[in-house]
């Protein structure tokens, strides 16, 4: 959240280890100025009351028409059921708001008696109606199997009570947590809205994380304020056939209205892939990927995600390149930038869309396997063409980031995909490939953008203008003992053209150096 001139990141946190534990977890609590440069300062909450004894789990911050923030977590009581609860800054004068204080009339929300009590969870930052009345979307299993996002309206933000209606349900999807709902601007206006207009008009996203499948999925739709309802404007009921907010390696989103920049921003959570022996050695696990700003296309139907411009002052040594080509089969070295800390921009031009491949109705339906299918290495017509990352110097180690052109019918299908089977040569590491359609006229344009951002284990792809997100987490082996590479490749029969490509040297944030704690 955005507070008196700080931004402030709380987060789930074990301060006895690296790994979940036993699930009695607190809250971490960082500040920044900027979003990049980070102070780490005492847990915020720690699970030492009845009604968070076995951990404080997750919440959202709401800004209260004061001007005080409040807290709204789920809290794991005594009795190990899910219940949700209020805190408040012990002394709002404090810029750094280090103290929190639960009040005793805690839980706030007690366990519905229809809900199961380990599926209770993850209440949203809190909304206010045209009517005056808070509201707050609170994730469910209702009667053991239907996977339901709730609404509760209260005066005070002290006494809820549950709306007859929930904002979603579905039995398909089984469990859908972290729910997040927020209204966006009119189609490609790329300022945030905090609240929705005063006549109601303004379309809403409502964002949920499948436990199933460990990926988060959003739809645009239209809310109704006055019966807490959501309409999915023609999308199908099961949400996971809705657009995803990443295609890689990301779970358990959640944005902000950033009242500063006047803009939204979404943070990503991306966990570890490699082994809980390898994170135990390093003493933390997961971490949050780059803060982005969010937007309505403008066809009104999908977000556009784009690192936010402060990540642009830790650029440092520079090298672009203009109106060059990558023949069939070339491999061309990016020289002049080391490769483990990196902002690449590149736009690829292709000169014709004749002999693109045909691809099939029921491969339209999983993008990731199309990608594990038809790799980096994998020759084609118009593509695989991209980048090759995080690259040793005989490219026995590299990450792969590229596009695909198929033929369906009379139209054409952008593949993006992130291929990390060569990522490295351990064994004992998750190396899939992942993948994502973008939704772009490539006949109109005939190229297409890629924006990655390498940091270390991290590399997030941004294609076609943000359309399409890839997060992957990658372990090269080579890392330890020498420098990266970066390359642009091209392993289909028609060539393409590089009609831009500036890349930059990143220098290194400070995150969670030790503070006023």
């Not at 204080?101 to 839980?107: A, C, E, L, M, T």
Request: proline share 5%; hydrophobic share 35%.
């Amino acid at each position: 959240m955005y507070h008196n001139g700080m931004y402030h990141f709380f987060y789930q946190y074990n301060p006895h280890g690296a790994t979940w534990g036993n699930g009695n977890l607190s809250w971490g609590h960082s500040v920044s100025v900027d979003l990049i440069n980070w102070t780490a300062l005492d847990t915020a909450l720690d699970p030492d009351s009845p009604f968070d004894a076995n951990g404080c789990w997750s919440g959202s911050a709401t800004i209260l028409p004061d001007g005080l923030p409040a807290m709204l977590y789920t809290g794991i009581d005594a009795a190990g059921n899910q219940v949700q609860n209020v805190a408040f800054p012990k002394n709002a004068s404090d810029p750094l708001l280090r103290e929190w204080v639960k009040p005793d009339y805690n839980p706030v929300i007690p366990l519905p008696k229809d809900v199961v009590h380990d599926s209770f969870r993850d209440p949203s930052t809190a909304w206010r109606g045209r009517d005056g009345l808070w509201r707050v979307a609170i994730a469910a299993k209702v009667n053991v199997t239907v996977g339901s996002t709730l609404v509760y309206r209260s005066k005070d933000f002290r006494r809820w009570e549950r709306n007859a209606a929930p904002l979603y349900e579905t039995l398909a999807a089984g469990m859908v947590e972290c729910p997040d709902l927020f209204p966006v601007a009119k189609p490609g206006a790329q300022n945030g809205l905090d609240y929705a207009p005063s006549n109601g008009a303004a379309r809403h996203v409502l964002k949920l994380s499948v436990m199933a499948t460990l990926q988060d999925y959003y739809v645009v739709g239209l809310y109704d304020d006055t019966a807490d309802t959501f309409n999915l404007a023609g999308a199908d009921n099961d949400c996971r056939t809705w657009r995803r907010i990443d295609y890689g390696h990301v779970y358990a989103s959640k944005s902000f209205f950033d009242a500063r920049k006047n803009r939204r921003v979404l943070w990503g959570w991306a966990n570890e892939s490699d082994t809980e022996a390898d994170y135990i050695a390093r003493g933390w696990s997961g971490v949050q990927t780059v803060p982005r700003k969010i937007w309505l296309d403008s066809g009104g139907k999908q977000l556009l995600q784009w690192p936010i411009k402060e990540i642009e002052t830790l650029r440092k040594k520079r090298v672009g390149l203009l109106g060059t080509k990558v023949n069939s089969g070339g491999v061309n070295e990016i020289i002049g930038v080391a490769g483990s800390q990196a902002d690449v921009e590149v736009v690829f031009k292709i000169p014709t869309l004749e002999g693109a491949e045909n691809i099939e109705p029921n491969e339209l339906l999983d993008p990731q396997k199309l990608c594990g299918n038809n790799g980096a290495s994998m020759r084609g017509s118009i593509g695989p063409f991209g980048l090759l990352l995080l690259a040793s110097g005989d490219l026995q180690e590299h990450t792969s980031v590229f596009f695909r052109v198929f033929k369906h019918g009379a139209k054409y299908k952008v593949l993006m995909c992130t291929d990390l089977t060569r990522s490295t040569t351990r064994s004992d590491v998750y190396k899939p490939s992942y993948g994502g359609f973008v939704d772009m006229d490539i006949e109109k344009t005939k190229s297409i953008s890629l924006r990655t951002l390498i940091d270390h284990s991290v590399v997030e792809s941004f294609g076609g203008g943000g359309r399409t997100c890839i997060t992957a987490r990658v372990y090269p082996e080579h890392a330890e003992m020498s420098n990266s590479h970066l390359y642009m490749f091209n392993n289909g029969t028609t060539m393409v053209k590089v009609s831009k490509l500036e890349a930059w040297e990143l220098a290194t944030a400070n995150v969670n150096a030790a503070g006023h704690g």
